[in-house]
């Protein structure tokens, strides 16, 4: 299994950046999927999810409303459209494969990826 991010880089605050998240993994199609995060010095924290046929999503409310997950079935790939980026956003962005529990909860998820780093200037 392998999850590969990309899409990360450097913004201005107010600025967007579309993160994806191609996965290779047999049945892809029937897991439910999430993005969590890493600012230095911090712990993970949980930023969104959907089920394995985008019908559901979750999010943390520090990005409710500013990003949005989505996926891909056919592409094997997850989306964070991320929109009026602010400082605190800066971090690691991480996608993983979701293995059951609650979903804001970062230990259960499996199968992280290396990240992508998102770095967004005042």
């Known amino acids: 299994v392998q999850l590969q991010a990309s899409g990360g880089g450097r913004v201005q605050a107010g600025g967007s950046l579309r993160l994806s998240c191609a996965v290779s993994?047999?049945?892809?199609?029937?897991?439910?999927m999430g993005w969590s995060r890493q600012a230095p010095g911090k712990e993970r924290e949980f930023v969104a999810a959907?089920?394995?046929?985008?019908?559901?999503?979750y999010y943390a409310d520090s990005v409710k409303g500013r990003f949005t997950i989505s996926r891909d079935n056919a592409k094997s790939t997850v989306y964070l459209q991320m929109d009026s980026l602010k400082p605190e956003d800066t971090a690691v962005y991480y996608c993983?494969?979701?293995?059951?529990?609650?979903?804001?909860?970062?230990?259960?998820?499996?199968?992280w990826g290396q990240g992508t780093e998102v770095t967004v200037s005042s």
């Open positions: 993994k047999r049945l892809f199609k029937y897991d439910d």
């Open positions: 959907i089920t394995y046929d985008g019908g559901n999503r």
């Open positions: 993983a494969v979701f293995t059951g529990g609650r979903y804001y909860h970062t230990g259960n998820y499996n199968y």
